[in-house]
Antibody, heavy 122, light 109 residues
Framework: QVQLVQSGAEVKKPGASVKVSCKAS????????MHWVRQAPGQGLEWMGW????????NYAQKFQGRVTMTRDTSISTAYMELSRLRSDDTAVYYC???????????????WGQGTLVTVSS | SSELTQDPAVSVALGQTVRITCQGDSLRSYYASWYQQKPGQAPVLVIY???NRPSGIPDRFSGSSSGNTASLTITGAQAEDEADYYCNSRDSSGNHLGVFGGGTKLTVL
């Protein structure tokens, strides 16, 4: 069965960086785009970007351009999301989510990780 | 515009039908997907494309679209359907970007 298992909670100081991992299993990792979505406390979902695990190509929401980097390691079927220059309003749960359609971006997210809480506090 | 607009809150009597809507320019070109999120849990895909349900999603959930509006309908709402619902689509810019609606809190009375 498809599973996305994310790394554990993080506490960071303002200005620092955080790297969240998402380990995939149960399917061909390189066959499906991976998206990252975040949710601030008590707020809605916010799409951050996607990575094509096959090519390594990425596309980021304009809001995060210059601060976010999405990468992958195909040898261990793991996607990563790194956010730099953290601010207090980056405090959120960060999710990875698999695109439903093989080899293209449909923006339908059929499997989600359990979420990783990132807290930014001095 | 890359925004999707949802009503913040909707309520429905147990067993009745409720429609949750999502408006945005991108919906003229792309179908929405809908996600159910309960407190402390990750979102769950309930509807995608024209009107497709993933395996395990009850058939009381259905989707439709007209013009710039996508709708999620729950026919015969159950107590366990009380949750936040989010629509999502790709941005209409053509740059392969995504966007979520602000979410609708559904209360089952």
């Amino acid at each position: 069965q498809v599973q996305l298992v994310q790394s554990g909670a993080e506490v960071k100081k303002p200005g620092a960086s955080v790297k969240v991992s998402c380990k995939a299993s149960g399917y061909t990792f390189t066959g499906y785009y991976m998206h990252w979505v975040r949710q601030a406390p008590g707020q809605g979902l916010e799409w951050m970007g996607w990575i094509n695990p096959n090519s390594g190509g990425t596309n980021y929401a304009q809001k995060f351009q210059g601060r976010v980097t999405m990468t992958r390691d195909t040898s261990i079927s793991t996607a990563y999301m790194e956010l730099s220059r953290l601010r207090s309003d980056d405090t959120a749960v960060y999710y990875c989510a698999r695109d439903l359609t093989a080899m293209v971006t449909s923006f339908y997210f059929d499997y989600w990780g359990q979420g990783t809480l990132v807290t930014v506090s001095s | 515009s890359s925004e999707l607009t949802q009503d913040p809150a909707v309520s429905v009597a147990l067993g009745q039908t409720v429609r949750i809507t999502c408006q945005g320019d991108s919906l003229r070109s792309y179908y929405a997907s809908w996600y159910q999120q309960k407190p402390g849990q990750a979102p769950v895909l309930v509807i995608y494309g024209k009107n497709n349900r993933p395996s395990g999603i009850p058939d009381r959930f259905s989707g439709s679209s007209s013009g710039n509006t996508a709708s999620l309908t729950i026919t015969g709402a159950q107590a366990e359907d009380e949750a936040d619902y989010y629509c999502n689509s790709r941005d209409s810019s053509g740059n392969h970007l995504g966007v979520f609606g602000g979410g609708t809190k559904l209360t089952v009375l």
